[in-house]
């Protein structure tokens, strides 16, 4: 998020509870919705949330990643997407397997959060290439699945090291 999007949004924010705003309170907001990956959109939709169900809270940018994940888990749970349906676009004998679970059940918690349904990939159901699936790389990537649909413990350190072939 840049500054002049964390500005517009501190300002929507002063409009609820007559903040006023400093430039080193836009640096700080800029600074966490990007670590969160929040957009303008979302956070814009965040404050006015707050704004509407907890008028006398002081707002933080914290509150403002809250809900928006929130909102992402919400979003995705009620897009129906099934665990065996994120993976079964994948190849699990790849060698960056790890690190494509993530980055597909990220893209998918960002299609739901837009409203979209998530992309699976080219493959229907049971079409994966006949004899690479394997029980203990499918149960892992279940498991990481889960993980990430939870908000769980998948930072950028796990993505980092399963690109470079370290688990985690």
Do not use: F
């Given at each position: 998020m840049t500054a002049e999007e964390a500005a517009e949004v501190l300002r929507m924010v002063a409009r609820g509870d007559r903040r006023t705003v400093a430039a080193d309170d836009i640096r700080l907001w800029a600074m966490v919705l990007t670590l969160a990956g929040i957009t303008r959109d979302e956070a814009l939709q965040a404050v006015v949330e707050?704004?509407?169900?907890?008028?006398?809270?002081?707002?933080?940018v914290g509150h403002v990643v809250q809900r928006v994940k929130r909102q992402r888990r919400r979003a995705l749970a009620r897009s129906g997407i099934s665990e065996r349906e994120l993976l079964r676009s994948l190849d699990p004998d790849a060698?960056?397997?790890?690190?494509?679970?993530?980055?597909?059940?990220?893209?998918?918690?960002?299609?739901?959060?837009?409203?979209?349904?998530?992309?699976?990939?080219?493959?229907?159901?049971?079409?994966?290439?006949?004899?690479?699936?394997?029980?203990?790389?499918?149960?892992?990537?279940?498991?990481?699945?889960?993980?990430?649909?939870?908000?769980?413990?998948?930072?950028?350190?796990?993505?980092?090291?399963?690109?470079t072939g370290r688990s985690a």
């Amino acid at each position: 998020m840049t500054a002049e999007e964390a500005a517009e949004v501190l300002r929507m924010v002063a409009r609820g509870d007559r903040r006023t705003v400093a430039a080193d309170d836009i640096r700080l907001w800029a600074m966490v919705l990007t670590l969160a990956g929040i957009t303008r959109d979302e956070a814009l939709q965040a404050v006015v949330e707050h704004i509407a169900e907890a008028p006398d809270t002081w707002l933080q940018v914290g509150h403002v990643v809250q809900r928006v994940k929130r909102q992402r888990r919400r979003a995705l749970a009620r897009s129906g997407i099934s665990e065996r349906e994120l993976l079964r676009s994948l190849d699990p004998d790849a060698a960056d397997y790890d690190a494509q679970v993530i980055a597909v059940l990220r893209a998918a918690r960002a299609d739901a959060a837009r409203g979209l349904a998530p992309a699976i990939g080219g493959r229907g159901p049971g079409e994966l290439p006949a004899g690479t699936v394997r029980a203990d790389r499918a149960r892992r990537g279940a498991a990481k699945v889960r993980d990430v649909l939870a908000g769980k413990g998948v930072g950028r350190s796990e993505v980092a090291g399963s690109a470079t072939g370290r688990s985690a």
